[in-house]
Structure formats: structure tokens, C-alpha cells
């Protein structure tokens, strides 16, 4: 007989194939459905490294404490909780404009004079969230590449979010860490001067609203309450053949802010003539901001202020909170699915409605 033969005990004898884990067999299929693994970090690591000066677990623990994911926003939490003890050593300014006043231009050639002169700074920059698809360009540290570059500096551009007010619900805590990590000033620019966007009032020192020339016709666009929250309105653009207009429009707004109430105690409100461009004015803007700060540190206004704030922000975590939680029930989805098909066929008004829905939750 054949080697083969004896070997196999006959010719119709089938090899065995290559064991394979396709077609749903093997080990591939259970590691597929296996359970994923809890995100994990070196805390004590990350907490050093921000406190170290470092970008990189400084940009990584904000993302952290922006994130949606649960285990990694109760380590941003927790990373926040050991950076508390560093924070609060800075000056924290909140710009904000009408679309075209130059923010990003602003914050850059002021940011660079600051750092020039040795000054840490942070810019938190907020973009548009879109409210169809809900992505942000994010677009900042293009538009500032100047900065960017300075080894002083840190851009953090964050998208809205679907937050009123012109500022990401993180804003607050993202600005903690960058104190932690050291910088001197945290610079907020906001998605642009509107109606909700006076929630930037109550997270920063100094808030600096950006305009420009011929105040008649933006006047029309911006809103009494707005101006009455500016601790200084800075006329920019003051180049050029417009320099002359622009210091025309400084005159108008002085003229209109004798008749508003300060948004300091024992402060007058200034309006400035800058040039972003040619970079002039920018070092009377800084010495607005120390004098302010003196003031109100003196009369006690400036601790006072940081108190009430921190205050207002567990308040707006509390209402964020309920939300989140009134709106994680399923019952609660049904009921709501129920009584919005009501409210559109007009069967019960959206007063009932509402009362129906509460009175479901408090039986449950």
C-alpha cells in the first residue's frame, strides 16, 4: 500500500481544513459582543502634568470634562475636584461683539501684547453650535495663528452645544483648569453679542464689549442691557480713514453711558479707540483692566462678585441636572409622546399638558 494510504487509511480520505473564526465562529465573535472596557487614566499623572504648565493633559482633561460619556466625565470630575486648590489666581475677561467688531482679531493682538509681557493666557473660544447638525467649524486658532504659535498661549476652541448665552456648559470649569495649569488670564470670546448672551456676565471679572464705528446704526442692534453688563466698550477698527470715525463713535457712547447704570459699583464705565491691526490702544485696554481690578478688590466687590457667581453656577447645575433626569425616563418620554399628540390635535391645552405630565412624575 501507498505511504499515503497507510498515513490516511484511504485515498477518500479529506484533510482538515484551517480552523477559522468567520462566519460567527470562534473567539472573534465573543470578544465582538464582549463587555467594553471602563476608561481609565494615571490621575495623579494628569493632575502633576496640568500643574506642570503642561498643553497636552490640559487639553486632555478638558476634553474630559467635556465629554458626554459617563466614566470619563466622572474623571474629569474627579481631576477637576484635585485642581480645585490651584485655581482663582487670575483675571477673567468675557468679550464679546457684534459679528463683523473683530473679536478674533482682537483677542489675538491683545493676547500677544499680554504674553509679549510675560503673561500667561488662555483663550476660550466658543463657536456656533449648528442647530441642524449640531457641529461647530471650530475655526479659532486659524483665525489666530499668531497666538496660537506663542508659547504663552493656549486656544480652546468649543462648540456651543445648544447652550444660550454664548458659552459651552463646560465654559466655567474649563476656565478652573487653564488657572490650574497656570495662566495668569482666561479670555472668554463668545458667539456674539444677543439677548441670552448676558450669561457671560456671570463667569468673568471684566466683561469688554467689542463695537464699531458709526454707533447710529449699530445702536439699532445692540441691546440696553447688554451695554449696562460692560465694564468697558472698546470701539475697534480705529484705523486708517476710519480712525476718525471710530474716535466719533467713542464720543457717542460716552455720551450714552452717562445715562446707564454702571455695571460695577464705584466704576464708570470707559469707552476705548482700538486699532487691532496696527496694534494701538491695546495697552490702554490692559490698564483699564488693572485699574478695575484694583478698584473692586478694594472695596471688596471683586471677591464678592466670585462668590455670587459660584453660587449662580451650582444653581444653573441644579436646573441641568433636573433636566437631564426628567428627561432620562422612559415613562416620562412616553407620557410626553402621549400628551404632545393631544396638544397638537387640540384636545387639551398645553397648560393641562404640562400639569398632567407633573402630576404623572409626582405619583411615581
Known amino acids: 500500500m501507498a505511504e499515503?494510504?497507510?498515513?490516511?487509511?484511504?485515498?477518500?480520505?479529506?484533510?482538515?481544513?484551517?480552523?477559522?473564526?468567520h462566519d460567527g465562529m470562534g473567539k472573534a465573535s465573543v470578544k465582538k459582543f464582549s463587555k467594553k472596557k471602563p476608561f481609565v487614566i494615571d490621575q495623579a499623572e494628569y493632575v502633576q502634568e496640568v500643574l506642570n504648565g503642561s498643553r497636552l493633559h490640559l487639553a486632555k482633561t478638558i476634553t474630559l470634562i467635556e465629554s458626554t460619556v459617563a466614566d470619563q466625565q466622572t474623571i474629569g470630575q474627579q481631576l477637576l475636584k484635585e485642581l480645585l486648590p490651584y485655581t482663582g489666581n487670575t483675571i477673567r475677561i468675557g468679550i464679546t461683539g457684534v459679528p463683523g467688531a473683530g473679536k478674533s482679531t482682537f483677542i489675538e493682538a491683545f493676547?500677544?501684547?499680554?504674553?509679549?509681557?510675560?503673561?500667561?493666557?488662555?483663550?476660550?473660544?466658543?463657536?456656533?453650535?449648528?442647530?441642524?447638525?449640531?457641529?461647530?467649524?471650530?475655526?479659532?486658532?486659524?483665525?489666530?495663528?499668531?497666538?496660537?504659535?506663542?508659547?504663552?498661549a493656549f486656544i480652546r476652541p468649543s462648540p456651543s452645544a445648544g447652550t444660550l448665552g454664548g458659552v459651552h456648559k463646560k465654559s466655567r470649569e474649563t476656565m478652573l483648569?487653564?488657572?490650574?495649569?497656570?495662566?495668569?488670564?482666561?479670555?472668554?470670546?463668545?458667539?456674539?453679542?444677543?439677548?441670552?448672551?448676558?450669561?457671560v456676565r456671570g463667569m468673568v471679572d471684566f466683561f469688554l464689549l467689542l463695537a464699531l464705528t458709526g454707533a447710529g446704526d449699530e445702536l439699532q442692534g445692540m441691546k440696553k442691557g447688554i451695554m449696562e453688563l460692560a465694564d468697558a466698550i472698546v470701539v475697534n477698527k480705529a484705523d486708517g480713514s476710519n480712525e476718525k470715525l471710530a474716535k466719533k463713535t467713542v464720543s457717542e457712547y460716552?455720551?450714552?453711558l452717562h445715562f446707564l447704570a454702571p455695571a460695577s459699583p464705584n466704576w464708570t464705565t470707559p469707552a476705548l479707540a482700538v486699532s487691532s491691526l496696527y496694534k494701538?490702544?491695546?495697552?490702554?485696554?490692559?490698564?483699564?483692566?488693572?485699574?478695575?481690578?484694583?478698584?473692586?478688590?478694594?472695596?471688596?466687590?471683586?471677591?464678592?462678585?466670585?462668590?455670587?457667581?459660584?453660587?449662580?453656577?451650582?444653581?444653573?447645575?441644579?436646573?441641568?441636572?433636573?433636566?437631564?433626569?426628567?428627561?432620562?425616563?422612559?415613562?416620562?418620554?412616553?407620557?410626553?409622546?402621549?400628551?404632545?399628540?393631544?396638544?397638537?390635535?387640540?384636545?387639551?391645552?398645553?397648560?393641562?399638558?404640562?400639569?398632567e405630565l407633573f402630576s404623572s412624575n409626582s405619583k411615581q
Not at 494510504?5 to 473564526?21: E, F
Request: net charge negative; charged share 25%.
Open 177 to 199: 483648569i487653564c488657572e490650574a495649569a497656570g495662566y495668569d488670564v482666561i479670555l472668554v470670546e463668545t458667539v456674539g453679542v444677543g439677548q441670552s448672551e448676558t450669561i
Open 280 to 355: 494701538t490702544g491695546l495697552e490702554t485696554v490692559w490698564e483699564t483692566i488693572q485699574t478695575f481690578k484694583k478698584e473692586m478688590l478694594s472695596n471688596y466687590v471683586w471677591q464678592n462678585r466670585r462668590k455670587e457667581q459660584t453660587v449662580a453656577w451650582f444653581k444653573t447645575m441644579i436646573v441641568d441636572r433636573l433636566y437631564d433626569d426628567f428627561f432620562s425616563s422612559t415613562d416620562k418620554k412616553q407620557n410626553m409622546a402621549k400628551l404632545e399628540g393631544l396638544v397638537r390635535d387640540g384636545q387639551v391645552t398645553v397648560s393641562q399638558a404640562v400639569e
Open 111 to 152: 493676547g500677544k501684547l499680554l504674553c509679549d509681557q510675560g503673561y500667561k493666557v488662555a483663550v476660550l473660544a466658543i463657536d456656533p453650535s449648528s442647530s441642524l447638525t449640531g457641529g461647530s467649524i471650530l475655526g479659532d486658532k486659524t483665525r489666530m495663528e499668531e497666538l496660537a504659535k506663542h508659547p504663552n
Open 254 to 256: 460716552k455720551q450714552i
Open 4 to 21: 499515503t494510504d497507510k498515513t490516511n487509511q484511504s485515498a477518500m480520505h479529506v484533510m482538515g481544513g484551517i480552523k477559522s473564526q
